[in-house]
């Protein structure tokens, strides 16, 4: 299994940005697909989760800011995140795997940096 997120950047704090993250390898559409993040010397948390229908579950410091989707045609899981705000900033990783209400799967993505500037 190869998961490949994309899209972080450089955002002002309230901007928004999407991250996108592709997998191969395995039956993407049967998967809970999950965004988890780790900030300089933190550890690594979780920030949503989205079962195969598009049940979603988000920790609850981006509730309202942050929406998880998927394409299941594509392979592709999407993160939309609005209203960023400095502490958002961290590596957000893909994961694939496990159930919609349990910890992580056991396949991740490399990894894609968000910086928020204040």
């Known amino acids: 299994v190869q998961l490949q997120a994309s899209g972080g950047g450089l955002v002002q704090a309230g901007g928004s940005l999407r991250l996108s993250c592709v997998a191969s390898?395995?039956?993407?559409?049967?998967?809970?697909m999950g965004w988890y993040r780790q900030a300089p010397g933190k550890q690594r948390e979780l920030v949503a989760r989205i079962a195969s229908g598009g049940r979603t579950m988000y920790v609850d410091s981006v509730k309202g800011r942050f929406t998880a989707s998927r394409d299941n045609a594509k392979n592709t899981a999407y993160l939309q995140m609005t209203s960023l705000k400095p502490e958002d900033a961290a590596v957000y990783y893909c994961n694939q795997g496990g159930l919609l209400m349990s910890g992580p799967g056991p396949y991740w993505g490399q990894g894609t940096l968000v910086t928020v500037s204040s």
């Open positions: 390898g395995s039956p993407f559409s049967f998967n809970v």
